[in-house]
């Protein structure tokens, strides 16, 4: 596997370059290739937002130093993002790079693993920059394969000194405590686990939400009320089977069963996706949608229901509050977690992806609430090694 590292700090050899070469040893010591490039040698402009690209195969208007990262990167399997925080965001380098991968957006990327590397001079200050990173991998179906953050790094050349420094470790909470090193839950330790759980060595579970129905057309709200799938909604189902066939046949990923809800956009997206993967499917009651009692057939942004959210043990007057949703789908998971050698792919809805997301990592109530990903869009995701 080919693994680019994009270090967004404007300073030579300072933490944030440290870090990015700790990772890559690890890396290259599961015996993967690796290349780092330092974006304060180049010179990269914002994007002009101007869509030539999109009328020229991906080919972007100015001529600067993104046109060799993207032909890096269009041959690259995992891409890792490497910043120190300037002002509880990423560096202005790295964000003009975010920014000028919009040229491929049309054509699609070469990589669908991604992984973040942040480092900062006091703890606290990363939510914003979770957050953007987040959104992105769900809006373009990257698979997120960790997040390392290493606080309290005031001073150039502070991560050198860090136990573990050489020997490719970032961030170990173990290791790190006394220095208020924080991880979210999915962080891993150094280059060499976060690379084998890009290469599909980990057990991992996947989820699809189903394809497009006819009330989310209409926007209103599902829950447990039947919807169903719209033509294009099956073309979604199906185009996600064969990008997963791909990715099978080509060793990236590997899947042994399938579950689905009851509910029959979840059903037949899955049957969808099974034929093409020839898998067993079968039927979990657990992942049913939940059941949003009166606010089913609703508008699905209308402003009581965005409120309602927000309260997770309310039944909606004759629903399902999401703590009981939360429990079903926890019990599901845990149980999945026993079968070590079985890799499971999860057809189910969009109120069962947040709660799937918030078994993997630690979410504010805010952003539980509001989290969701798209028709047909697929996540990854990691148990955690026994320890």
């Known amino acids: 596997m080919k693994i680019v590292v994009v270090n967004g700090s404007p300073r030579a050899k300072g933490n944030t370059e440290m870090l990015s070469e700790a990772f890559l040893r690890g890396a290259r010591e599961a015996g993967h290739e690796g290349s780092l490039i330092n974006l304060r040698e180049k010179k990269i402009a914002g994007c002009l937002g101007c869509q030539y690209c999109f009328s020229h195969d991906g080919v972007c208007a100015q001529k600067d130093g993104m046109e060799e990262i993207l032909a890096e990167l269009d041959q690259a399997d995992m891409l890792v993002l490497a910043s120190p925080i300037y002002w509880f965001d990423v560096t202005a380098q790295t964000k003009a790079v975010i920014d000028r991968l919009y040229a491929r957006g049309k054509r699609g990327f070469h990589f669908h693993k991604t992984a973040l590397l942040l480092n900062s001079g006091s703890d606290g200050v990363y939510e914003a920059v979770l957050t953007m990173y987040r959104n992105i991998c769900g809006y373009l179906n990257w698979q997120d394969q960790g997040i390392i953050t290493a606080p309290n790094m005031s001073y150039k050349g502070g991560y050198a000194g860090r136990p573990g420094a050489q020997r490719g470790v ?97 059903r037949d997206t899955a049957e969808e996706i099974a034929n093409i993967l020839e898998l067993p499917l079968a039927v979990d009651v657990r992942l049913r949608e939940q059941n949003f009692g009166k606010w089913e057939g609703t508008a699905r942004d209308g402003e009581g229901f965005q409120r309602a959210k927000e309260n997770f043990i309310d039944s909606f007057s004759g629903g399902e509050s999401m703590m009981r949703v939360a429990q079903r789908i926890y019990n599901l998971l845990d149980e999945l977690r026993e079968e070590k050698e079985i890799s499971y792919l999860l057809v189910a809805h969009n109120g069962i992806s947040r709660i799937v997301e918030s078994y993997f990592r630690d979410m504010r109530n805010e952003e539980f609430a509001s989290f969701g990903i798209r028709n047909a869009a697929l996540r990854a995701y990691s148990f955690p090694e026994e320890v």
């Not at 150094?190 to 189903?210: S, T």
């Not at 799938?229 to 042994?256: C, N, P, S, W």
Request: glycine share 10%; with cysteine.
């Open 170 to 266: 970032c961030a170990r909470e173990g290791t790190l405590k006394g220095e208020s090193a924080k991880q979210t839950k999915r962080s891993l330790s150094n280059g060499k686990q976060l690379a084998k759980q890009a290469e599909g060595n980990m057990h991992q579970v996947y989820f699809v939400r189903h394809g497009e129905t006819v009330w989310n057309v209409e926007n209103k709200i599902c829950g447990a009320t039947e919807s169903p799938l719209t033509e294009r909604g099956r073309e979604q189902a199906r185009a996600i089977g064969r990008e997963l066939r791909a990715r099978m046949d080509a060793g990236e990923l590997k899947l042994d069963r399938m579950l689905c809800s009851p509910l029959s956009r979840a």
